[in-house]
């Protein structure tokens, strides 16, 4: 890695060995902000040895240490603390907090864990390593994507506004909001990793993908939607990474990444022995499945030749009869994960927020600068520079900049202007940003 090279291995064994599980009540808390940290540099650290075909020790580490169930774990917690918690902070009048940041790192941590699930689960031996939190993944990345169709069903994500919101805590739920979209696409790539490894899941898990939530027929239907894909303004844009992009007319028949890890896991679901003797092919899953004759063109097969083998198998299930739902009594894990987080702390949401205005996002100027030098030593520019190499984006019209905050370093813009009219929205950041800096 050289000089890009932000964890030494002992490092990198330190922190992957020091994960672990937090309660509701104590995201935000000291030790808490320490694993977050923790994980954004485990993220990094990662996306860098995978964009360059390095080994990848981390990886090899979380599998080692047996730490993908612990990461499942706290990805599940925060999603149920935004779900249960966040919105009751939101709710307080009187919780007015100098600076948001604090409670933006825990809405964001289930953006950092599912970043490093996605980067790591390319590799089997990880979805091996998960064991029983499997199943728990599962129901999280339909949760995920169900969410995905529906909102895509009610004129697609929510959009980034010029617009300056008096309330910080109203602006926040924007952010959060804006996050969510992201974490459903990470979330899809994850599930597709996952259906790679179709052929050694345990039953309980096939019959949760195909059974319970009847995946093929979800997959079917986010292509059908295809909500990281829009028209605006005559131009097709699609989501890439964490911005929309207007595709080229010469490139708009190229197959998106989004697009293909769907056509992936339609694959590995509908055509894999072990998944095919479990799935039940009912008259609904046979109509929604035949929707996708009419996407198989001679353009996606140039592209996707294995799915020849789809078409040919479509072509098949049209004349087959169709199967009445299966009976059997079978015995089946469940996931466990999300229903003892809500059994541990039914009836205690507003107690845990309470706790937490108090006690954790309330903090002192002296501990927000001491936060704001951890924050600037962990997003090392250079890093994340590596991270995303593609060129810039202003923080205010998304066009190319070539223009940082001459305060803070940390905002990109394509002109003054665009500066100017973005102050507002990034003067509290910067202002505690250069803050850190100076702590140094």
């Excluded at 919105?87 to 933006?104: A, G, H, S």
């Excluded at 590596?386 to 803070?408: L, N």
């Amino acid at each position: 890695m050289g000089d890009l090279e932000l964890l030494l291995p002992g490092e990198a064994d330190v922190l992957v060995r020091g994960l672990r599980s937090f309660p509701l009540r104590e995201m935000g808390s000291e030790g808490w902000n320490q694993q977050h940290e923790n994980v954004e540099k485990l993220n990094m650290q990662a996306i860098l040895n995978a964009t360059v075909s390095q080994d990848e020790p981390i990886q090899e580490l979380l599998v080692t240490h047996g730490k993908i169930p612990t990461l499942v774990e706290e990805l599940i917690a925060v999603e149920m603390w935004k779900q249960k918690v966040f919105p009751v902070l939101c709710r307080v009048e009187d919780f007015k907090p100098q600076n948001t940041f604090p409670i933006y790192m825990v809405v964001r941590h289930e953006a950092s864990i599912i970043n490093l699930l996605e980067t790591v689960f390319f590799h089997k031996e990880v979805c091996e390593s998960a064991e029983d939190t499997v199943l728990d993944l599962v129901d999280y990345c339909h949760r995920k994507l169900t969410l995905l169709v529906a909102r895509s069903g009610c004129g697609g994500p929510p959009e980034e506004e010029g617009s300056q919101d008096n309330n910080p805590m109203q602006a926040l739920q924007k952010q959060a909001e804006l996050m969510e979209f992201e974490i459903a696409l990470k979330a899809l790539s994850v599930l597709r990793y996952i259906t790679d490894c179709v052929d050694s899941l345990s039953l309980s898990t096939l019959s949760r993908m195909l059974s319970t939530h009847n995946l093929p027929c979800l997959l079917v239907e986010l292509l059908e939607h295809s909500p990281w894909s829009r028209w605006e303004g005559g131009k097709l844009q699609q989501f890439d990474g964490s911005r929309w992009r207007i595709v080229a007319p010469s490139e708009q028949q190229k197959l998106s990444k989004l697009d293909g890890q769907v056509w992936i896991a339609l694959y590995n679901l509908l055509l894999s022995p072990e998944a095919q003797a479990r799935y039940c092919l009912t008259s609904f899953a046979k109509g929604h499945l035949l929707k996708l004759r009419a996407f198989l063109t001679d353009t996606l097969l140039d592209q996707l030749p294995n799915l020849a083998h789809l078409q040919s198998f479509l072509a098949h299930l049209a004349l087959a009869e169709t199967q009445p739902p299966k009976k059997d009594l079978v015995l089946e894990q469940i996931p466990e994960i999300w229903e003892r987080l809500e059994r541990e702390n039914r009836g205690k949401w507003q107690a845990i927020a309470k706790h937490q205005l108090r006690h954790v996002f309330s903090p002192s100027e002296q501990d927000l600068r001491l936060q704001a030098q951890r924050w600037a030593e962990t997003y090392r520019l250079d890093v994340l520079e590596a991270v995303a190499p593609e060129r810039p984006r202003c923080a205010y019209c998304s066009a190319e900049a070539s223009k940082r905050c001459s305060r803070c370093q940390n905002e990109w813009y394509c002109c003054r202007e665009c500066q100017v009219k973005h102050w507002e929205k990034h003067r509290k950041t910067c202002v505690l940003a250069a803050q850190g800096d100076r702590a140094k």
